[in-house]
């Protein structure tokens, strides 16, 4: 029995986004039949956070430590999210891999997204802006293009010449228009994923759909309560979104309560509540990521590194006595 060691690279390599969102979709069925649950655990730090996340999925656990430090590529060249994956075997606890998290939470997240819209947004939505275009704005256009019909996007970025680079190399990447922008035009489909303390999302036109990625702690905030209070709110696990994400913004200001979250997404996909009833619906997916995201794409990544011998065994537990 051994102990797998995946990098980033290794979780690339193997799992797809098209496989990714796939396993994150059958995760969020999974949740929102009631077999699955998201566990977590967060702390702050002086210049960033920590968390735990949990969940079981398809015979095994995982549990993922990630810090967040925003600033850490300017003040210590590292990446701002950083941390690992324990895969567990669920049926006799043998930890059956040790991941890097960057390139699953990346995917993973993205993921979410592409399947939020698979199920929330217009059918013909054509148009879409990115705010924030680090890692996750790659990946996260990458994904959306995956299940719907995008043709033209406006990337935004609070570096302008990164958003300019951005949209050069997913224009060349994704074979569609990619515009630089200094503000939020009206589109089909607006994604926020930025480390913001401070609300930049006021208006929206109706029917937009909305993927608001960045809140993933309590001193993170995109989405304007007012926006909140007049758009349909999609949770992806609710409590998780009232205590770290948007809607804890929301319900602050005393504009929301936690009943006015019309589902979690799980519920959506299982098929026991509607998404979008009409076309004019503003839709909010309050995307804080959960630990079955996590546990779904892990599992995925060491499956594959099993059947193709990838990884670096890190021990042998073959020869120890049993405690």
Known sequence: METLLLTGDDFAALVSMDDCIAAVEQAFREYGEGRLHAGILSEHAERGAFHIKTSTFGGYFAAKLNANFPGNPSANGLPSIQGVIVLVDATNGFPVAILDSIEVTVQRTAAATAVAAKYLARRDSRTATIVGCGRQGVAQLTALTRVLPIERVTAIDADADRATQYAASMSERLGIEVCATTSIEPSDVLITCTPSKQAFVRDLAAGTFV???????????EIDPSAMRTSVVIADVLEQCATIGDLRVAIAAGVMSRDDVRAELGAIVAGRVTGRRSDDET???????????DAAAAALGYERAVAAGAGKAWTSHSKRSAI
């Open 211 to 221: 993927a608001a990625v960045g809140a993933d702690n309590p001193e993170k905030s």
């Open 283 to 293: 839709i909010i997916f309050d995307s804080t990521g959960a630990g079955f995201q």
